[in-house]
């Protein structure tokens, strides 16, 4: 991974969101049983309007937050050193799907819980942002994937 600034790290998030939708989304036509069906349908929905919303970060934020260099922290804490590799999720339970979904979010809000101590001022604020969106729909995730299960 190449980020070396913000706007850098804000493209990459839209592009996880967009990849993980478009994963989702194939493994959604391949799956089995209904209620994996429904979760991956829910989930792909989900991701792509996670896209749309982290895009319009990118697109709202000062441009002084927006090329903050971050170079620095990532050669020092290669977080994500390649890109990510999206689990099959076709072939798995809905308990399955809901842990990778939740372990490939967690590696994105540590990204930016570490980025969160490196920047300041406008570029914290945005870094900070983007991580409450991150946690927030991860929740609301989590929540909805529980209502499926008591159904």
């Not at 996880?16 to 493994?27: E, G, I, P, T």
């Not at 570029?123 to 994937?145: G, H, T, W, Y």
Request: hydrophobic residues 35%; aromatic residues 8%; negative net charge.
């Amino acid at each position: 991974m190449s980020n070396k600034t913000l706007r850098d790290m804000v493209d990459w998030t839209q592009q996880f969101h967009q990849d993980m939708a478009n994963s989702m989304q194939l493994s959604a036509t391949q799956a089995k049983g209904e209620r994996e069906r429904m979760l991956l349908g829910y989930l792909v929905e989900h991701e792509n309007e996670l896209a749309r919303m982290v895009g319009r970060y990118g697109e709202n934020a000062s441009d002084t937050a927006l090329n903050t260099w971050v170079s620095a922290y990532m050669e020092q804490y290669p977080v994500l050193e390649e890109p990510p590799a999206y689990p099959p999720f076709n072939g798995m339970t809905t308990a399955e799907i809901m842990t990778a979904v939740q372990d490939q979010h967690g590696r994105v809000i540590n990204i930016y819980d570490h980025l969160e101590d490196f920047v300041q001022s406008s570029a914290n604020e945005l870094v900070r942002d983007v991580k409450n969106l991150e946690e927030q729909e991860m929740l609301r995730i989590s929540q909805s994937a529980n209502r499926l299960e008591d159904i």
